[in-house]
């Protein structure tokens, strides 16, 4: 079965560093990926995902993020944190055949200082 | 505007009681999930429906029920079997391709109580 690790559970950030979640996945073949947000008692949005082509993807609100095979991983970057982009970051695979799930990661917190 | 409605927001329950969380939806999505999220373990699929009238356990089935008569609609019950209902529940659609490859929308939740 497919899984999904994002390594850290915390992350502080000072407002405009830049930033880099990480995010490593356990499939066979090639995943579906996705990057969600969300704040505090909110439901998930979407930044980005990946099925295919480009590896370097765009999202919004400035958020890219790279898929590279060779290391499982579609780590989200984003050059310059602004103070709003305190929330919780998940990762997340699907795949075709996989009866229409996801799996998610168990999140990142993402704290900004300013 | 097109999105998922979820309600209530906080519910509180007795043990021993079931409570229904309600899930409409108005982006004519044919698939519906229901997830539970708890502090430090992620989303954990309960259960999920592509098509009305059909539906398939997820992760975490136990102690829970759901229905889908209506495309629009997906509510979950969390039964007296259910042996640690404290959580957050995130309703979720997606359109046919299925949540594998295509996006989720997610509702604003429904936190449940347990006293």
């Known amino acids: 079965a497919q899984s999904v690790t994002q390594p850290d559970i915390h992350i502080t950030v000072s407002e405009g560093a830049s930033l880099e979640l990480r995010c490593n996945y356990s499939?066979?073949?090639?995943?579906?990926l996705f990057w969600y947000v969300q704040s505090p008692g909110q439901g998930l949005q979407l930044l980005l995902k990946y099925f295919s082509g480009d590896t370097l993807v765009q999202g919004i609100k400035g958020f890219e993020a790279e898929f590279k095979r060779s290391q499982s991983s579609f780590n989200l970057r984003k050059p310059s944190v602004h103070w709003s982009d305190a929330a919780e970051y998940f990762c997340?695979?699907?795949?075709?055949?996989?009866?229409?799930?996801?799996?998610f990661g168990t999140g990142t917190q993402l704290k900004v200082e300013l | 505007d097109g999105g998922i409605t979820q309600s209530p927001k906080y519910l509180f329950r007795k043990e021993g009681q079931n409570v229904t969380l309600s899930c409409e939806q108005n982006?004519?999505?044919?698939?519906m999930y229901w997830y539970r999220q708890d502090p430090g373990q992620g989303l954990r699929l309960i259960y999920y429906?592509?098509?009305?009238?059909?539906?398939q356990k997820g992760d975490i089935a136990e102690g829970y029920s759901v229905s889908r008569e209506k495309k629009e609609s997906f509510p979950l019950t969390v039964t007296s079997a259910q042996k640690n209902p404290t959580a957050f529940y995130l309703c979720?659609?997606?359109?046919?391709?299925?949540?594998?490859?295509?996006?989720?929308?997610f509702g604003e939740g429904s936190r449940l109580t347990v006293l």
């Open positions: 997340a695979v699907g795949f075709t055949g996989g009866g229409n799930k996801l799996t």
């Open positions: 429906s592509q098509i009305v009238n059909d539906f």
């Open positions: 979720a659609s997606s359109n046919g391709q299925g949540a594998g490859t295509g996006e989720l929308f």
């Open positions: 982006l004519n999505h044919d698939a």
């Open positions: 499939y066979g073949a090639t995943p579906y």
